[in-house]
């Protein structure tokens, strides 16, 4: 039997980041229907952000990419909550990545959670690189 895991992703892109990583980030959200062609299908197999809509997580699954103001700023701002299988949590890697060098400042990220399970596994940026998962 599988365990499934709450995985959020919630951070702010610097309002230069690169249209490739944008077009890749609205594909994997679902705002996108197409792959963009210079992603490599054996390092993004498919939509890892795009909420299904008949998820079991209480309040469904939502993805969003933005661009909005942060005061004195834009940036872009990147939230999904969706529900994944235990054999994808690797690829948390995969999006993990394609976020970090793009991300304004360092720090939290997201979190991860088995379903049933009380304790988070704090996702964060650290410097233009992903940092540890804590918990």
Same mark, same amino acid.
Not at 2 to 30: I, K, M, N, Q
């Given at each position: 039997?599988?365990?499934?895991?709450?995985?959020? +992703?919630?951070?702010?892109?610097?309002?230069?980041? %690169?249209?490739?990583?944008?077009?890749?980030?609205? !594909?994997?959200?679902?705002?996108?229907?197409?792959? %963009?062609?210079?992603?490599?299908?054996?390092?993004? %197999?498919?939509?890892?952000?795009?909420?299904? %809509?008949?998820?079991?997580?209480?309040?469904?699954?939502?993805?969003?990419?933005?661009?909005?103001?942060?005061?004195?700023?834009?940036? !872009? $701002?990147? +939230?999904?909550?969706?529900? !994944?299988?235990?054999?994808?949590?690797?690829?948390?890697?995969? *999006?993990? &990545?394609?976020?970090?060098?793009?991300?304004?400042?360092? $720090?939290?990220?997201?979190?991860?959670?088995?379903?049933? &399970?009380?304790? *988070?596994? *704090?996702?964060? +940026?650290?410097?233009?690189?992903?940092?540890?998962?804590? $918990?």
């Amino acid at each position: 039997m599988s365990l499934h895991y709450e995985v959020v +992703f919630t951070c702010f892109l610097r309002d230069g980041t %690169p249209e490739p990583v944008l077009e890749a980030l609205r !594909w994997h959200t679902g705002a996108s229907e197409e792959r %963009p062609p210079h992603l490599d299908e054996d390092e993004h %197999p498919y939509q890892l952000l795009a909420p299904d %809509p008949d998820s079991r997580l209480p309040g469904g699954e939502f993805a969003s990419l933005r661009y909005q103001s942060l005061g004195s700023q834009d940036a !872009w $701002g990147l +939230f999904a909550r969706t529900l !994944w299988l235990d054999d994808d949590i690797g690829e948390l890697t995969t *999006v993990m &990545d394609l976020l970090a060098p793009h991300v304004e400042g360092s $720090g939290y990220a997201g979190y991860l959670r088995e379903e049933y &399970d009380t304790a *988070v596994s *704090v996702l964060t +940026f650290d410097e233009g690189a992903r940092g540890p998962a804590t $918990g």
